[in-house]
């Protein structure tokens, strides 16, 4: 595609001003281990707030929110919807507790929390799976966003686009540490959320709005439950097999299951980096609600219209064998057939005449020669993650499609900084100078931080290369660390939980989720090798393959089973041992002997102001963001509820803040 020069000078001064803005403070936080990491612990709850709220929205997250709503409906959003219901907690109770215990990671934690030999141990073994795993996988689905973005815009292959994507920023995340983040990601924020908010009106616009979408319900284009924002159950009762529908036990599993089991319930990482560098814990607190409104309440409907609009104007493509063969060839082009009934070779184009050159099917990367296919087998299909980029470069105007593609370079580079920072901050503070080289001065702790920041960054490239899906990166790693969130739950309020209960739900958790990734893949690839194991699990298992849903269920049922058991068999510990934590932290909850050694007293309704507080700002979030999309899509009896709940909701939050709030210093 072809950016006009207008477009393209948008994109250069974007681009001039971030480099200017991560570069000039690279003194500054070279001075000091905290003021590389931390940014020496002086941030208000705006620049906290909106850097949290910029580096979760990425280039990713356009495109996979797109694809969800293609596949699944609007109700499909409450995969992610359904953590401000942790996101509310984190405001009244974990957001103040972070940032009293003054840790850099949430793997410091462990140590300060527990001691010993196991905490100590534990710390360690989280640095590294926070530096090289889940960071780096976060990292590789940014990047594969990225490599699909420049492939639809310029046309630059895979390998290309991930050199350029990693390059872009490597150079001043790493000279300019967590102030090049910080200070970039509020310029960053404002770029893309104007990006966001324009293409979402012209592609509403050029849908015809409601009536674009009323007449494509009726001529059968979309499906009815696209515009649901619950899924439909089944005919049944609910104790009934055909009540749990797919789409209804997946909205069950993420509000009911999803938010309290994951490793984030206490607040991610990313999160917990930025309270800790907040100014005191009301700044943290601030911080955390302002997150929690811009990005369920703000962000959403500008990317769910685009999504809506591109079901009609860019409609589903799929490819399908007609009649049982073997594949004998694979290309961009076509896909060749030959039939089992003996006939002559089939040529099956991937360029069918309704497809354009921005819109096209493409074949799995898994499709390959000498697989057989039975009838009616999906042989290409266009991308649903792909919609969004084809939207942009199709109907927005010239200056504002720079525009748009700048937003884009800052959602991406935003998410990434963020991601190379917080890598190597598990790995300097939680690895190399804990246990590789303790005593270690500042200026070795950065020169550390910044190689393991491109040893991070090249990993993630690397399986970035191998990678197509955005979604199924997200969904594995919303199973990989998930069960461990009531133990990280207790380790906060309940005195009991120790360092062998985290230990022992952590590795049942990672274990059971990649094995049940592996077994569903080889269940879909080959279901007459994999038939006689297959899953039977109702709707958590359509067609005999566990479905994401699934996948988490049986992920946070082993690991909480076997953290019970751990809980079970190993002695309670010393409560004189966790004195230290308590005077530090002062928790809520079943601290008894612990807080009768520590000489303190419980505070006298806390626990039910914070409670009170979350619950209050929850019913806000939740009601502006369905306020959103009930404006939207026209809907004036849900508009109205909605925003009761939201009035009521904030009125709420805020006779909780005023009386939990700590004074500021």
């Not at 403070?25 to 281990?33: C, Q, R």
């Not at 709220?53 to 280039?59: C, D, N, Q, R």
């Not at 005593?439 to 950065?446: F, L, N, P, Y």
């Not at 040893?455 to 790693?477: D, P």
Request: glycine content about 10%; hydrophobic content about 50%; proline content about 5%.
């Amino acid at each position: 595609m072809q950016l006009s020069w207008i477009d393209w000078l948008v994109i250069a001064v974007f681009l001039a001003y971030s480099m200017w803005i991560g570069f000039r403070y690279t003194k500054k936080a070279s001075s000091s281990v905290e003021e590389y990491f931390l940014s020496g612990r002086t941030l208000g709850w705006w620049l906290a707030g909106t850097s949290m709220v910029a580096t979760s929205f990425s280039a990713d997250t356009p495109l996979v929110v797109s694809g969800w709503v293609r596949e699944g409906g609007v109700g499909k959003n409450w995969v992610w919807w359904c953590f401000a219901v942790g996101g509310v907690l984190h405001v009244f109770f974990f957001a103040r507790w972070w940032r009293r215990g003054e840790v850099m990671t949430k793997a410091e934690l462990v140590e300060l929390r527990y001691g010993g030999v196991g905490a100590r141990f534990l710390r360690g073994a989280l640095g590294a799976i926070h530096a090289f795993v889940t960071n780096t996988i976060t990292l590789c689905w940014v990047l594969v966003a990225s490599a699909k973005i420049l492939d639809v815009l310029f046309g630059l292959p895979k390998g290309y686009a991930l050199v350029a994507a990693s390059v872009l920023t490597l150079g001043y995340t790493a000279a300019a540490g967590f102030w090049g983040v910080v200070l970039t990601d509020q310029f960053q924020f404002v770029v893309a959320m104007i990006g966001m908010v324009v293409l979402g009106v012209i592609s509403w616009n050029a849908l015809d709005g409601m009536h674009g979408l009323d007449a494509a319900l009726v001529a059968g284009k979309i499906a009815p439950d696209t515009l649901r924002f619950f899924p439909s159950p089944g005919p049944g009762s609910w104790h009934d097999a055909s009540f749990w529908t797919p789409g209804f036990t997946g909205i069950a599993v993420y509000l009911g299951v999803a938010w309290w089991a994951h490793e984030s319930v206490d607040g991610t990482a990313t999160a917990v980096q930025r309270i800790s560098a907040a100014r005191d814990e009301r700044q943290g607190m601030l911080a955390m609600l302002w997150f929690n409104v811009a990005h369920y309440a703000l962000r959403p409907w500008g990317w769910i219209a685009t999504a809506l609009a591109s079901l009609v104007l860019l409609p589903t493509i799929e490819v399908r064998a007609g009649e049982p063969g073997t594949v004998r060839a694979v290309s961009a082009e076509a896909v060749v057939l030959a039939p089992d009934s003996g006939a002559a070779e089939v040529t099956l184009s991937l360029r069918p005449p309704e497809s354009a050159d921005d819109w096209k099917p493409v074949a799995p990367t898994t499709l390959a020669a000498g697989q057989h296919l039975e009838r009616d087998a999906l042989v290409a299909r266009t991308d649903p993650e792909s919609a969004y980029v084809t939207m942009m470069q199709r109907y927005l105007p010239v200056g504002l499609l720079g525009l748009m593609v700048a937003s884009l370079l800052a959602a991406f580079m935003s998410t990434v900084t963020t991601h190379i920072n917080l890598a190597a901050s598990y790995y300097v503070n939680d690895v190399y100078r804990r246990f590789l080289a303790p005593g270690a001065d500042d200026k070795s702790c950065i020169r550390a931080a910044r190689f393991a920041s491109v040893a991070v960054l090249a990993i993630a490239g690397t399986l970035a290369y191998f990678s197509t899906s955005i979604s199924s990166l997200f969904l594995f790693l919303l199973a990989f660390l998930s069960g461990v969130g009531p133990v990280y739950l207790g380790r906060w309020l309940w005195w009991r939980v120790r360092a062998s209960t985290e230990i022992t739900a952590m590795l049942a958790s990672c274990v059971t989720a990649s094995l049940c990734t592996l077994w569903s893949a080889g269940t879909s690839a080959s279901a007459e090798t994999w038939a006689p194991f297959g899953w039977h699990l109702g709707p958590l298992s359509p067609g005999g393959v566990l479905s994401s849903e699934g996948r988490l269920i049986l992920t946070v049922l082993v690991s909480s089973a076997c953290a019970l058991v751990s809980l079970l068999v190993t002695r309670a510990p010393d409560p004189a041992t966790l004195v230290p934590f308590y005077r530090r932290l002062r928790p809520l909850g079943a601290w008894g002997p612990v807080r009768a050694l520590a000489g303190a007293t419980p505070p006298r309704g806390e626990f039910l102001i914070a409670c009170v507080g979350s619950l209050g700002s929850l019913a806000a979030i939740l009601g502006a963001t369905l306020a959103f999309g009930f404006w939207l899509l026209e809907r004036e009896s849900g508009l109205t509820l909605a925003l009761v709940m939201t009035v009521v909701g904030t009125g709420v939050t805020l006779y909780a803040l005023r009386r939990l709030g700590a004074p500021a210093r």
